[in-house]
Nanobody
């Protein structure tokens, strides 16, 4: 089992920045993938970014490329999502997810472990 906990959400003005953190604990193996998804009420959850630890490969949704950046702390099994140039349309509940051996990091169905979510609100 893997536990996932995210933090760092909040309220920010358009053009501002926030950094989200996601820490995984429990039975973690080298092929772990950690991802970020977001959801607005009434809409489906959408992929934001992911990181494949074994290959050190980040993945980004087109909507956030160039604005969001993933980084990590290996020793703490923590993934960070630095969000810059935030837009009102980035407003959502952001969820961190994790799983092992994930072949499609952008597909939420591959992730068995999810955090509770953290709210990001961008005002115009």
């Amino acid at each position: 089992q893997v536990q996932v906990a995210e933090s760092g959400g909040g309220l920010v003005q358009a053009g501002g920045s926030l950094r989200l953190s996601c820490t995984a604990s429990g039975k973690i193996y080298r092929n772990i993938v950690m991802g970020w998804f977001r959801q607005v009420p009434g809409k489906e959850r959408e992929f934001v970014a992911a990181f494949r630890w074994s290959e050190r490969s980040p993945y980004y949704a087109d909507s956030v490329k160039g604005r969001f950046t993933i980084s990590r702390d290996n020793f703490k099994n923590t993934l960070f999502l630095q969000m810059n140039s935030l837009k009102p349309e980035d407003t959502a509940a952001y969820y961190c997810a994790a799983g092992h051996g994930i072949e499609q990091p952008a597909v939420e169905g591959w992730y068995p472990y999810w955090g509770q979510g953290t709210q990001v609100t961008v005002s115009s």
